[in-house]
């Protein structure tokens, strides 16, 4: 039996950016992973309007070997996984693979929303290739790991995107391929069923020899449950190694790029009508804040430049805070006013956070534009925050020194009740 499953030579794919049709990535995407790309559109000279979102990637996957890829917005991972499940072709190069494939590339791939779980089940089986004996077989170990007996006859179309997910993944992990393409879909998934999805995925490749390719912005997944990482890298193969090595080598550069000024940062997403220019801190009286406090009310200020002469209507203004691309929160005009913003000139957005909620560390700013369904600016790690410990609680007490691994501080009170009587 060959000893490769995957076999990539040379692979190449290239987009017309001019061209709508081509932009398979979108907004939920994007903000259930944690950070994932959500168009490839770029600001070009109108002289070119190709996008390389591969260009000339070529490695081999041994049977059984787990391989995580890494890279930023629009570096070529999805496009990858893509073409090796054929769902799209390459422009050039080839791709060999030996054995069954199972793709989870997005929440609810491949389900068809008026069917029920089980019917679905059957469905995804019979698009993999299984035969019905084969799914019978599997169907009660599916049903169980993906926690959804009480709804397995209910049209999926009812599910929450945590169904969704839960099911989508039972199917691709138990269904009986040889390769499984996982596609930065478990952060939809909650804590404890992550742990489930990763353990199985280990389980799969080490105890069943089974090939699995993993994309994800958690670096902390990627480390703990891979043997390889391959870096992508403006479609291409920027590093591929031990994966202590190459995720250091990766969020290096990041830090380095968190450096750059953000109106001169070139590394940004969208059609780019309306761009974020600056990033700043302030506190509750508007004097610049160079290290925050946790529990202390913080002023999150962006500005932002239109093109000349141009509105940019119905707009949303987002900043994510993360960090080692581990999602803490959200800050969006839209989550706190339905009232959608038209932006014209220069001009700044506050986001106004009360009491700032986080342990003393160094955290990342993400910032992100959109009008109506179009993506305008997004800049990944567009600054940097330094926060310091504070006496969040009013107390003089936060986390203990060996909670470190605790970040966010939440609001809280406690009651005791002692019973009169004899405990039933």
Not at 26 to 44: A, E, I, V, Y
Not at 103 to 123: M, P
Not at 130 to 141: A, H, P, T, V, Y
Not at 229 to 254: C, H, N, T
Request: charged share 25%; aromatic share 8%; proline share 3%.
């Amino acid at each position: 039996m060959n000893s490769i499953a995957i076999c990539a030579e040379h692979l190449s794919k290239v987009y017309d950016i001019g061209a709508r049709q081509e932009r398979y990535n979108t907004l939920r995407d994007r903000l259930s992973s944690g950070l994932r790309s959500l168009t490839r559109w770029k600001n070009r000279p109108a002289a070119s309007n190709k996008f390389w979102a591969l260009r000339d990637v070529s490695f081999d996957v041994p049977r059984g070997e787990i391989v995580g890829f890494v890279g930023r917005n629009g570096a070529g991972k999805s496009t990858l996984l893509k073409l090796l499940s054929r769902i799209t072709d390459p422009t050039d190069g080839l791709a060999r693979i030996y054995g069954r494939v199972g793709s989870l590339l997005e929440v609810g791939t491949g389900f068809h929303s008026e069917l029920t779980g089980r019917e679905n089940i059957y469905l995804s089986g019979a698009i993999l290739g299984m035969s019905k004996g084969e799914i019978d077989r599997k169907l009660e170990q599916i049903i169980d790991f993906a926690e959804i007996e009480k709804f397995v006859d209910t049209p999926v179309k009812r599910y929450s995107s945590g169904m969704y997910v839960r099911l989508a993944f039972a199917v691709a992990a138990h269904l009986e391929t040889e390769i499984l393409l996982v596609d930065e879909v478990l952060a939809v998934g909650d804590a404890a069923f992550q742990k489930k999805c990763l353990g199985q995925m280990g389980e799969v490749a080490n105890k069943e020899g089974r090939t699995v390719l993993f994309v994800s912005h958690n670096m902390a997944m990627i480390h703990n449950l891979c043997q390889r990482v391959i870096w992508l890298k403006d479609g291409r193969i920027a590093r591929d190694g031990a994966p202590s090595d190459v995720i250091s080598s990766y969020l290096a550069e990041l830090s380095q790029m968190s450096s750059t000024p953000l109106a001169h940062r070139t590394d940004r997403q969208g059609r780019g009508d309306v761009r974020a220019v600056a990033v700043e801190l302030r506190d509750a009286t508007d004097n610049a804040l160079g290290h925050p406090v946790s529990g202390q009310q913080v002023i999150f200020r962006l500005h932002y430049r239109t093109e000349p002469g141009k509105v940019i209507r119905n707009c949303r203004v987002c900043i994510t805070v993360h960090k080692a691309e581990a999602l803490y929160f959200l800050l969006s005009t839209d989550l706190v006013d339905k009232t959608q913003i038209d932006l014209e000139g220069e001009g700044t957005i506050d986001l106004v956070v009360p009491e700032l909620p986080l342990t003393a560390g160094n955290y990342d700013l993400t910032t992100f534009i959109q009008s109506g369904p179009d993506v305008q600016d997004w800049v990944d790690r567009a600054a940097e925050m330094s926060v310091i410990d504070g006496d969040f609680y009013g107390t003089g007490r936060n986390y203990p020194p060996d909670w470190r691994g605790a970040t966010v501080l939440v609001h809280h009170s406690w009651r005791h009740q002692k019973y009169s009587g004899q405990l039933l």
